[in-house]
């Protein structure tokens, strides 16, 4: 059993945290709306009033956010409570260059740092299903490439490139974005043209 924590505990974040539990995993919270983190201790999530708190004790720290000024402002209030060996695991879609510059920030103050984000859902992040990429440091993936492979069906190490996962990530939700709107414009013709769906 591992001691871990989320920060962010939104749709995403929430499903993480709630299958961690399930796994056996000793789990700690934190979100901005407190409403949130509460409504996870029916699956044993504790709740934490702060980042820094969430953090203490967390040999992995799994961060879940909006974009990247909330990351670095979540990171900068969770410093203070990291174990020097905790591993900060970024879910968060974010841009590539700014994922970049943070990792090499983080990595120059001794902070490990990992970017991971996801395509899945809450119900995939539930069943351990979906696809994560990973960039950053090799060693620092393999110590935790067990524990990631628990939490997803396709796990896929993209490199030591910060960066990497962060812009294969836009790539995806650029494909997808485009083959909906491809799909909306087919079947707006088909109506159109007095053709069933």
């Known amino acids: 059993m591992a001691n871990i924590a989320f920060l962010g505990t939104g749709l995403l ?6 299958a961690a539990t399930k796994r056996g995993d000793s789990v ?9 983190v509460v409504a996870l201790a029916q699956f044993g999530v504790k709740a934490a009033t702060t980042p820094a ?5 967390a040999s992995r720290v799994h961060i879940v956010l909006k974009d990247d000024a909330v ?9 203070s ?30 902070v490990k740092y990992l970017h ?16 994560m990429m990973v960039a950053g440091p090799r060693a ?13 069906k396709r796990l896929q190490y993209m490199g030591e490139r910060a960066d990497l996962a962060a812009a294969n990530k836009l790539f995806g939700n650029a494909m997808i974005i485009g083959l909906t709107a491809v799909m909306a414009d087919v079947l707006t013709l088909a109506q159109a043209s007095g053709v069933d769906g």
């Open 28 to 36: 700690t919270a934190w979100n901005r709306s407190m409403d949130k």
């Open 116 to 131: 991971c984000p996801v395509f899945m859902g809450p119900p995939a992040a539930r069943n351990a299903q979906g696809a």
């Open 13 to 18: 974040g929430a499903a993480f945290a709630e």
């Open 81 to 110: 409570g990291l174990l020097p060996d905790a591993i900060l695991i970024d879910h968060t879609t974010t841009l590539p260059t700014l994922t970049a510059e943070r990792a090499e920030r983080l990595h120059a103050a001794g």
């Open 71 to 79: 990351v670095e402002e979540v990171i900068a209030a969770a410093r």
């Open 53 to 57: 708190e969430a953090v203490q004790g």
């Open 140 to 152: 620092l993936f393999e110590s935790v490439e067990a524990d990631l492979a628990k939490m997803t």
